[in-house]
């Protein structure tokens, strides 16, 4: 018994896995830090590369969360984002509590 996905150039395509070009992979890394250090101003530099904030720290982000003029647009979008789906979302399952509770009392027995 075999399955019509089996026949699918789709799906064959798919699912023909090949294992990663581990040396290209390694020279775009490797190109990708050199670029991001020259543009940084070298060893040590502050100066800012366009687009990329760095690594992630949680230090930053709580630095950047107490100062929010430091932020990128990206950043405050995400982050304002997150808090209205939060928001979104424990609205949602308070009004799930609410509906589910309103239903035929049953009494109790003692």
Do not use: Y
Not at 60 to 74: A, D, Y
Not at 83 to 92: D, N, S, V
Not at 99 to 109: E, L, Y
């Amino acid at each position: 018994l075999v399955s019509s996905e089996t026949f699918d150039p789709a799906v064959l395509e798919a699912a023909d896995f090949q294992e990663p070009n581990w040396p290209k992979r390694a020279l775009l890394l490797k190109e990708t830090q050199e670029a991001l250090k020259n543009s940084k101003g070298g060893k040590g530099g502050k100066g800012k590369a366009a687009g990329a904030d760095g690594p992630f720290t949680i230090g930053g982000f709580f630095e950047k969360l107490l100062h929010p003029e430091q932020m990128s647009r990206g950043e405050l979008n995400f982050l304002l984002s997150g808090f209205a789906l939060g928001f979104l979302g424990c609205a949602m399952v308070n009004v799930v509590v609410i509906v589910a509770g309103s239903g035929k009392k049953t009494k109790k027995v003692v």
